[in-house]
């Protein structure tokens, strides 16, 4: 797990300081090593987590003389020895014993198709050193992130937003568009746009080719099929929960290739839990176990410890209980939004970072239980959509509309300023053209489908990737594994949302752990602080939507935001998100990576906010 940075320039040679800049402001990604390569119009800049293959020999970027091929890469592929072990079949000669220079290999074998071969998560840039052309390739689900911008000539990518930034040059005015996702679908903003009018994100499961004059093309090279399966179609429930539980327990034991010792997030819930207890299976004994907890607020509890002690004393693990008192809340909130690519409004984002501080001092790789919701169907919003009439587009998108979304249209129009409205509703528009997609046999498989493909992707996955990174942690996804991932879309929809939700994995986990971890109301990483706003908080979040730079930018009528900060708590959304907390921590997010974009990274523990 790496951060990787590039140029292209079309008529000019490439601009190396660029890269360099760019490059160093990925340091937190790759703390083990970096490197920066250059040719003519191309240049790579890479920071290097040492996971697989910890001798020099995988340092990158990674040059092949002999094919003309170079590369920057960041992810893991877990079947690489495998691939390895084919390509020196096929001739192929290798210098080190890295995934990296599996893929390049790859790439001289089967060219782009090499992504098929690949069960992993990835994003990496593939240089020819004779046509000039390069290609950007992220993997099936985004699990690892790409961006991307045009500037001077030329296209310029990175792992983060910010590290774009760091180049120059970027159009970095807010994208009204992504403004109005921003605030009423849930802060997810879909790919390819990003907050950012100049920046791009590249969409899971894509290959970008890029030609030394400009062209691009892009090509999406998988996704899964949400209709039912014929070969499946006289499967009994006890089929797909076995297919289900054997389909996790190989994602779960890919997931532990490293030459360095794999921990695992334990939040207490089902979904880790069962991680635990697979993990177990497979013979990690004395496996490093990790769980957070808060100080209560505004009545709400702040830790969900009985349950993972639960799982810790079930199978004897290694646990670590990480207490975080509310002095250490607010600093650490500084850290997280310096290490956001895009703001990230989802509450468990500063759990995740303290979270990630303290298993960063234990392990290098951690696996986590990320993604089950939207897989199998946990969250509130999809049973209801069995009740859509069959076909209804619009009834369908009510349904989800209601339970997802922050604002309506005219909850919208009463917040944004004139100058930044667009006459549209973006984020309905956008539900209704995916629900209306071929592929997805109820009302319930497209919500499946769309949560899969974008809230997915643009909201617990990035936090995930964000957070880890931001301390030198590798985290992986085994729920993400795409032939799972395959499986389950064909699963039919009632036996995932039986049993209250996941009804399929919660069968098919009993023969594994504590049913006491099963049949337990859902939880979430709780950080009732920035639910329940009031003190420092609350004054972070006035002093950012007060600032010179805010009332410049005028996002915001300035009546709506008193009467928020008039009543800072009188109403949740639907997701239970604080309205006041998402505006401020967009300004907050956009003061301190745009506003003082090309200071440099911050002081990563965030202290003297």
């Given at each position: 797990m790496?951060?990787?940075?590039?140029?292209?320039?079309?008529?000019?040679?490439?601009d190396?300081?660029?890269?360099?800049?760019m490059?160093?402001?990925?340091?937190?990604?790759?703390p083990?090593?970096?490197?920066v390569?250059?040719?003519?119009?191309v240049?790579?800049?890479?920071?290097?987590?040492?996971?697989?293959?910890?001798s020099?020999?995988?340092?990158?970027?990674?040059?092949?003389?002999?094919?003309?091929?170079?590369?920057?890469?960041?992810?893991?592929?877990?079947?690489?020895?495998?691939?390895?072990?084919?390509?020196?079949?096929?001739?192929?000669?290798?210098?080190?014993h890295?995934?990296?220079?599996?893929?390049?290999?790859?790439?001289?074998?089967?060219?782009?198709?090499?992504?098929?071969?690949?069960?992993?998560?990835?994003?990496?840039?593939?240089?020819?050193?004779?046509?000039?052309?390069?290609?950007l390739?992220?993997?099936?689900?985004?699990?690892?992130?790409?961006?991307?911008?045009?500037?001077?000539?030329?296209?310029?990518?990175?792992?983060?937003?910010?590290?774009?930034?760091?180049?120059?040059?970027?159009?970095?005015?807010?994208?009204p568009?992504?403004?109005?996702?921003?605030?009423?679908?849930?802060?997810?903003?879909?790919?390819?746009?990003?907050?950012?009018?100049?920046?791009?994100?590249?969409?899971?499961?894509?290959i970008?080719?890029?030609?030394?004059?400009?062209?691009?093309?892009?090509?999406?090279?998988?996704?899964?099929?949400?209709?039912?399966?014929?070969a499946r179609?006289?499967?009994?429930?006890?089929?797909?929960?076995?297919?289900?539980?054997?389909?996790?327990?190989?994602?779960?034991?890919?997931?532990?290739?490293?030459?360095?010792?794999?921990?695992?997030l334990?939040?207490?819930?089902?979904?880790?839990?069962?991680?635990?207890?697979?993990?177990?299976?497979?013979?990690?004994?004395?496996?490093?176990?990790?769980s957070?907890?808060?100080?209560?607020?505004g009545g709400?509890?702040?830790?969900?410890?009985r349950?993972?002690?639960?799982?810790?004393?079930?199978?004897?693990?290694?646990?670590?209980?990480?207490?975080?008192?509310a002095?250490?809340?607010?600093?650490?909130?500084?850290g997280?939004i310096?290490?956001?690519?895009e703001p990230?409004?989802?509450?468990?984002?500063?759990?995740?970072?303290?979270?990630s501080?303290?298993?960063?001092?234990?392990?290098?790789?951690?696996?986590?239980?990320?993604?089950?919701?939207?897989?199998?169907?946990?969250?509130?919003?999809?049973?209801?959509?069995?009740?859509?009439?069959?076909?209804?587009v619009?009834?369908?998108?009510?349904?989800?509309?209601?339970?997802?979304?922050?604002?309506?249209?005219?909850?919208?129009?009463?917040?944004?300023?004139?100058?930044?409205?667009i006459?549209?509703?973006?984020?309905?528009?956008?539900?209704?053209?995916?629900?209306?997609?071929?592929?997805?046999?109820?009302?319930?498989?497209?919500?499946?489908?769309?949560?899969?493909?974008v809230?997915?992707?643009?909201d617990?996955?990035?936090?995930?990737?964000?957070?880890t990174?931001?301390?030198?942690?590798?985290?992986?996804v085994?729920?993400?594994?795409?032939?799972?991932?395959?499986?389950?879309?064909?699963c039919?929809?009632?036996?995932?949302?039986?049993?209250?939700?996941?009804?399929?994995?919660?069968?098919?986990?009993?023969?594994?752990?504590?049913?006491?971890?099963?049949?337990?109301?859902?939880?979430?990483?709780?950080?009732?602080?920035?639910?329940?706003l009031?003190?420092?908080?609350?004054?972070?979040?006035?002093?950012?939507?007060?600032?010179?730079?805010?009332?410049?930018?005028?996002?915001?009528?300035?009546?709506?935001?008193?009467?928020?900060?008039?009543?800072?708590?009188?109403?949740?959304?639907?997701?239970?998100?604080?309205?006041l907390?998402?505006?401020?921590?967009?300004?907050l997010?956009?003061?301190?990576?745009?506003?003082?974009?090309?200071?440099?990274?911050?002081?990563?523990?965030?202290?003297?906010?």
């Open positions: 790496c951060g990787l940075a590039g140029e292209i320039a079309f008529h000019r040679a490439a190396v300081s660029a890269v360099a800049a490059t160093r402001r990925l340091a937190p990604r790759g083990d090593g970096q490197g390569w250059s040719q003519n119009q240049a790579l800049g890479h920071r290097r987590l040492s996971i697989i293959d910890l020099p020999s995988g340092t990158q970027p990674i040059h092949d003389a002999e094919l003309g091929l170079t590369i920057a890469f960041n992810g893991c592929i877990y079947n690489y020895r495998e691939l390895r072990a084919d390509l020196a079949g096929r001739g192929h000669r290798f210098a080190s890295s995934d990296t220079e599996v893929v390049l290999k790859g790439y001289a074998e089967w060219g782009p198709a090499v992504v098929d071969r690949l069960q992993g998560m990835f994003a990496f840039a593939i240089a020819e050193r004779d046509s000039g052309r390069v290609l390739v992220r993997d099936r689900l985004g699990i690892k992130p790409l961006y991307w911008a045009e500037v001077d000539g030329a296209i310029r990518f990175a792992s983060t937003l910010p590290a774009l930034l760091e180049g120059g040059g970027i159009d970095d005015t807010v994208d568009v992504a403004l109005q996702h921003y605030l009423s679908f849930h802060s997810v903003v879909p790919s390819p746009r990003t907050i950012l009018a100049g920046v791009h994100r590249l969409p899971p499961a894509t970008m080719t890029i030609e030394p004059d400009g062209r691009r093309q892009e090509q999406t090279y998988w996704e899964a099929d949400f209709s039912r399966d014929d179609s006289d499967w009994s429930e006890r089929d797909w929960e076995d297919a289900v539980l054997a389909s996790l327990r190989t994602a779960v034991e890919r997931r532990l290739v490293a030459d360095v010792p794999v921990g695992c334990l939040s207490g819930g089902l979904d880790s839990s069962l991680i635990v207890g697979l993990l177990a299976e497979a013979g990690q004994h004395g496996l490093k176990t990790f957070i907890g808060f100080e209560s607020a709400q509890e702040g830790d969900e410890f349950y993972s002690d639960i799982i810790a004393r079930e199978y004897d693990t290694d646990h670590h209980q990480i207490r975080i008192s002095d250490r809340m607010l600093p650490a909130l500084d997280a310096e290490s956001m690519s990230m409004v989802s509450h468990d984002v500063v759990a995740f970072y303290l979270l501080q303290e298993v960063s001092k234990h392990v290098k790789v951690v696996q986590s239980g990320q993604g089950a919701d939207e897989i199998f169907a946990g969250y509130h919003w999809y049973p209801p959509m069995a009740a859509a009439a069959d076909g209804d619009d009834d369908a998108l009510r349904r989800y509309q209601k339970a997802f979304f922050d604002r309506d249209r005219a909850g919208l129009d009463a917040l944004i300023a004139p100058d930044w409205q006459g549209a509703y973006a984020a309905e528009d956008f539900v209704r053209d995916h629900f209306a997609a071929p592929g997805a046999a109820t009302a319930t498989d497209r919500a499946l489908r769309l949560d899969t493909r809230m997915l992707v643009d617990p996955v990035k936090r995930v990737d964000n957070m990174m931001a301390w030198g942690l590798e985290g992986r085994p729920f993400l594994d795409h032939e799972l991932v395959e499986l389950a879309a064909t039919p929809p009632e036996l995932k949302t039986a049993h209250d939700g996941k009804g399929v994995l919660k069968q098919a986990a009993r023969r594994v752990i504590p049913a006491g971890v099963i049949d337990r109301p859902k939880g979430y990483f709780p950080v009732p602080a920035l639910t329940h009031s003190g420092r908080p609350l004054e972070l979040v006035r002093d950012a939507l007060h600032a010179p730079a805010a009332k410049e930018r005028g996002l915001f009528r300035p009546e709506a935001i008193d009467a928020l900060l008039a009543a800072p708590n009188e109403r949740l959304t639907p997701l239970r998100g604080n309205p907390w998402q505006i401020g921590l967009l300004e997010w956009l003061q301190r990576h745009v506003d003082r974009a090309g200071e440099g990274a911050a002081n990563p523990d965030g202290i003297g906010a």
